[in-house]
């Protein structure tokens, strides 16, 4: 028939971090169709993203030459002419791009100094592109200011990890929900943002495990949930000291494994006794006998396991709500053998990896501080050159630089800080303010609208490269159709700019990266190129060549300096913005089914954007019979930052006096009402709590 495939090449899907390996079924180097994979996170299943949201690599709005801002046009006039976004540039050559992209940000270096200049890198790329960047920057740049979008989704879940176990990373993967009696979820929606890994817990409830949801929305998991714990948004922390409080005043943690495995207990039992279910009941909402059924289920059971969300990690007390989540395993001893574990659900396809591979301020690859002289020692021979020993900025604290004039230039890979950033009328103030600004990207992105000079890259059907996924399974994504126009794939671009800021690079394929990058990694160590592309995923850590990956660590002991976990207590904090009579509601962000992160890709796919073609808020039928609305009315949401258009959705499992408006839309961007506030120790904003209030467009 006319749309049969003439060939077909097997991959991993673009979009979140479950890690579906998918094959794309071609025809006339055009992607027709994607089929399930049996891939060890997906079984053969795909989502609706996974499934139809392939067709915006062929889009007619991709980039296919590199273009240069025109003379004298204002970066603060980028929605003069929404129509047509491209008048203010005029297309380049390769060499000319590339000469301006990184000629302007060596002029900085050399005038300003490397920490004039910052970089942002990509979850979406590769292992081996975000590897190169944070090198590029390091190196090339000479700052540790380089960042991507982990610091908006699970920083803070990383810091207390790092902090209470010694590894960021999961210490289980999703499918161990199969062997779990006990399975929590907390301040996550899998059902839209992870939907494979939900099949797996939606599953393991119908065969007979309980399974406890706590979040504040009444998300569509709760239809198969034993308990849910509809909490009232930001006292996670006072809900979850109230269970650690029971677990301890009823003597049902494990004395044993505390005593053998983990150390400030006293710290954990003194602060947690000062936080009872039944004063707690009045500040988080959920009732004592609850909040003590569900402690006695999680510690009596013989396997316990927690996977929490964003709705955990976006609040500025993010790391907090973790410590919490950390100390509920170590308690219990429910870590470490099969069906237990902590599992913070990631949400991109690489974020883990990119992570992994340094491209973070704080750390090189594999986590190891940029602060520690033996670290950097290390890294100056391996890369060859000086190295700053200074922490790099974050996300949003270059934003504020760049206000401050601290930071002049930048570059930015396939990020999207005009969209994702909070307050982004803020972040898009900066990006206009900055001398340089270099965008690399595959559609003209409203970050891209700012930029000096715009880069045309791949799309991730069009390259090779390795991604690791939630599961710490290293996977191989393969280039299945061809370039566009002149675009380019983003590994050698990097290179390419790279050599213009006066680095003598010469990878000639993408293996030769991987490989460097394994090298300065131990995490990695047994797993090499050809090992992936023959096997199609490996587990990370492995033992040998020939041996399986660790799908669950922590059996004997942490990888911490005393071989142990550590409590570390918290106490609850109110969010950072509450409401009051001029905004008496709560704004909660987030993703849809359809929809992903910024919807530069999902919204120029067919189907996807067919399903849900247009912005809407969920309000409860109580807030919107209030504001005199009914669902499908425009209306307008304001909040201390800014004000958007959009339409109604009445939600009844939405809790009176909370909304919920997804990311995705450009046109009625969220992140213009969001609180910039940042949790201390993951610098991750508070996207999950800001005041608003609505109104009848
Ligand atoms: Fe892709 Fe995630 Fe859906 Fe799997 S669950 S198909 S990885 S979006």
């Given at each position: 028939?006319?749309?049969?495939?003439?060939?077909e090449?097997?991959?991993?899907?673009?979009y979140?971090?479950?890690?579906?390996?998918?094959?794309?079924?071609?025809?006339d180097?055009?992607?027709?169709?994607?089929?399930?994979?049996?891939?060890?996170?997906?079984?053969n299943?795909?989502?609706v993203?996974?499934r139809?949201?392939?067709?915006?690599?062929?889009?007619?709005?991709?980039?296919?030459?590199?273009?240069?801002?025109?003379?004298?046009v204002?970066?603060?006039?980028?929605?003069?002419?929404?129509?047509?976004?491209?008048?203010?540039?005029?297309?380049?050559?390769?060499?000319?791009?590339?000469?301006?992209a990184a000629?302007?940000?060596?002029k900085i270096?050399?005038?300003?100094?490397?920490?004039?200049?910052a970089?942002?890198?990509?979850?979406?790329g590769?292992?081996e592109?975000?590897?190169?960047?944070?090198?590029?920057?390091?190196?090339?740049?000479?700052?540790?200011?380089?960042?991507?979008?982990?610091?908006?989704?699970?920083?803070?879940?990383?810091?207390?990890?790092?902090?209470?176990?010694?590894?960021?990373?999961?210490?289980?993967p999703?499918?161990?929900?199969e062997d779990?009696?006990?399975i929590?979820i907390?301040?996550a929606?899998?059902?839209?943002?992870?939907?494979?890994?939900?099949?797996?817990?939606?599953n393991?409830?119908?065969?007979g495990?309980?399974?406890?949801?706590?979040?504040?929305r009444?998300?569509a998991?709760?239809?198969?949930a034993?308990?849910?714990?509809?909490?009232?948004?930001?006292?996670?922390?006072s809900?979850l000291n109230?269970i650690?409080h029971?677990?301890?005043a009823?003597?049902?943690?494990?004395?044993?494994?505390?005593?053998a495995?983990?150390?400030?207990?006293?710290?954990?039992?003194?602060?947690v006794?000062?936080?009872p279910?039944?004063?707690m009941?009045?500040?988080?909402?959920?009732?004592?006998?609850?909040?003590?059924?569900?402690?006695?289920?999680?510690?009596?059971?013989?396997?316990?396991?927690?996977?929490w969300?964003?709705?955990?990690?976006?609040?500025?007390?993010?790391?907090?709500?973790?410590?919490?989540?950390?100390?509920?395993?170590?308690?219990?001893g429910?870590i470490g053998?099969p069906?237990?574990?902590l599992?913070?659900?990631?949400?991109?396809?690489?974020?883990?990896?990119?992570s992994d591979a340094g491209?973070?301020?704080?750390?090189?690859?594999?986590?190891?501080?940029?602060e520690?002289p033996?670290?950097?020692?290390?890294?100056?021979?391996?890369?060859?050159?000086?190295?700053d020993?200074?922490?790099?900025?974050?996300?949003?604290?270059?934003?504020?630089?760049?206000?401050?004039?601290?930071?002049?230039g930048l570059?930015?890979e396939g990020?999207?800080?005009?969209?994702?950033?909070p307050d982004?009328?803020?972040?898009?103030?900066?990006?206009?303010?900055?001398?340089?600004?270099?965008?690399?990207?595959?559609?003209?992105?409203?970050?891209?609208?700012?930029?000096?000079v715009?880069?045309?890259?791949?799309?991730?059907?069009?390259k090779?490269?390795?991604?690791?996924?939630?599961?710490?399974?290293?996977?191989?994504?393969?280039?299945?159709?061809?370039l566009p126009?002149e675009?380019?794939?983003?590994l050698?671009?990097?290179?390419d700019?790279?050599?213009g800021l006066?680095?003598?690079?010469t990878?000639?394929?993408v293996?030769?990266?991987f490989?460097?990058?394994?090298?300065?990694?131990?995490?990695?160590?047994?797993?090499?190129?050809?090992?992936v592309?023959?096997e199609?995923?490996?587990?990370?850590?492995?033992?040998?060549?020939?041996?399986?990956?660790?799908d669950?660590?922590f059996?004997?002991?942490?990888?911490?300096?005393?071989?142990?976990?550590?409590?570390v207590p918290?106490?609850?904090?109110?969010?950072?913005?509450?409401?009051d009579?001029?905004y008496?509601?709560?704004?909660?962000?987030?993703?849809?089914?359809?929809?992903?992160?910024?919807?530069?890709?999902?919204?120029?796919s067919?189907?996807?954007?067919a399903?849900?073609?247009?912005?809407?808020?969920?309000v409860?039928?109580?807030?919107?019979?209030?504001a005199?609305?009914?669902?499908?009315?425009?209306?307008?949401?304001?909040?201390?930052?800014?004000?958007?258009?959009?339409?109604?959705r009445?939600d009844?499992?939405?809790?009176?006096?909370l909304?919920?408006?997804?990311?995705?839309?450009a046109?009625?961007?969220?992140?213009?009402?969001?609180n910039?506030?940042?949790?201390?120790?993951?610098?991750?904003?508070?996207?999950?709590?800001?005041?608003?209030?609505?109104?009848?467009?």
């Amino acid at each position: 028939y006319a749309n049969a495939p003439d060939r077909e090449v097997d991959s991993v899907c673009p979009y979140c971090g479950v890690g579906c390996q998918l094959t794309y079924k071609i025809r006339d180097n055009k992607i027709v169709a994607v089929d399930g994979k049996d891939g060890p996170s997906n079984q053969n299943r795909l989502c609706v993203k996974g499934r139809f949201g392939f067709d915006y690599a062929h889009h007619g709005d991709r980039l296919t030459v590199p273009l240069i801002r025109k003379e004298g046009v204002s970066k603060h006039d980028v929605d003069i002419d929404p129509m047509n976004p491209f008048t203010h540039f005029r297309e380049a050559t390769w060499d000319e791009a590339l000469a301006v992209a990184a000629g302007g940000l060596r002029k900085i270096r050399d005038e300003r100094g490397g920490n004039a200049l910052a970089g942002f890198g990509s979850a979406k790329g590769s292992n081996e592109e975000a590897y190169l960047f944070q090198k590029l920057v390091r190196t090339g740049f000479g700052t540790n200011n380089v960042d991507h979008c982990t610091r908006l989704c699970h920083a803070s879940s990383v810091a207390a990890l790092i902090e209470g176990v010694g590894s960021g990373a999961v210490s289980a993967p999703f499918m161990a929900a199969e062997d779990a009696e006990v399975i929590v979820i907390i301040g996550a929606n899998p059902t839209e943002n992870h939907p494979v890994a939900a099949t797996f817990f939606k599953n393991a409830a119908e065969r007979g495990a309980k399974l406890i949801v706590m979040d504040p929305r009444g998300l569509a998991m709760a239809r198969h949930a034993t308990h849910m714990l509809q909490f009232t948004p930001g006292r996670d922390v006072s809900m979850l000291n109230a269970i650690l409080h029971t677990i301890i005043a009823e003597g049902l943690y494990d004395r044993q494994y505390v005593q053998a495995n983990t150390e400030d207990f006293e710290a954990l039992a003194e602060t947690v006794k000062d936080y009872p279910p039944e004063e707690m009941e009045k500040v988080c909402g959920i009732p004592a006998a609850t909040l003590r059924t569900v402690a006695r289920l999680f510690a009596r059971s013989k396997a316990s396991i927690i996977f929490w969300g964003m709705g955990v990690s976006q609040h500025i007390h993010g790391t907090d709500n973790s410590r919490c989540l950390i100390a509920l395993s170590l308690v219990t001893g429910q870590i470490g053998r099969p069906g237990t574990g902590l599992h913070p659900l990631r949400g991109q396809n690489n974020v883990q990896g990119a992570s992994d591979a340094g491209l973070i301020p704080m750390f090189y690859p594999d986590y190891k501080s940029v602060e520690d002289p033996e670290v950097q020692s290390f890294y100056e021979n391996y890369w060859g050159t000086k190295l700053d020993g200074k922490r790099g900025l974050t996300v949003v604290e270059i934003m504020d630089a760049i206000h401050d004039g601290r930071i002049n230039g930048l570059y930015i890979e396939g990020e999207n800080p005009a969209m994702s950033d909070p307050d982004v009328t803020h972040a898009r103030e900066a990006l206009a303010m900055l001398d340089h600004l270099v965008v690399q990207d595959i559609f003209l992105t409203e970050t891209a609208k700012y930029a000096d000079v715009v880069l045309p890259a791949s799309a991730w059907p069009e390259k090779d490269g390795t991604v690791i996924n939630t599961n710490r399974q290293v996977q191989m994504g393969r280039a299945a159709v061809p370039l566009p126009g002149e675009a380019r794939q983003d590994l050698w671009i990097i290179q390419d700019m790279a050599r213009g800021l006066g680095l003598n690079w010469t990878y000639t394929h993408v293996s030769e990266v991987f490989t460097e990058m394994v090298g300065a990694m131990p995490s990695l160590a047994n797993i090499s190129w050809e090992r992936v592309e023959r096997e199609g995923s490996v587990t990370y850590p492995v033992d040998g060549p020939d041996q399986p990956g660790h799908d669950i660590v922590f059996g004997n002991g942490f990888p911490t300096k005393t071989g142990r976990g550590r409590f570390v207590p918290a106490r609850p904090i109110n969010p950072a913005e509450t409401p009051d009579l001029d905004y008496p509601l709560v704004l909660t962000t987030g993703r849809q089914l359809e929809h992903w992160h910024t919807g530069s890709m999902t919204r120029r796919s067919s189907v996807l954007d067919a399903v849900e073609p247009e912005a809407v808020a969920y309000v409860s039928p109580h807030d919107l019979t209030r504001a005199g609305m009914r669902t499908g009315d425009y209306m307008l949401v304001s909040s201390r930052r800014g004000t958007i258009r959009l339409k109604a959705r009445i939600d009844d499992r939405m809790p009176v006096g909370l909304v919920f408006i997804p990311f995705a839309y450009a046109e009625a961007a969220a992140n213009v009402l969001t609180n910039p506030q940042l949790d201390p120790f993951g610098k991750i904003p508070e996207f999950k709590y800001c005041a608003i209030r609505i109104e009848k467009a």
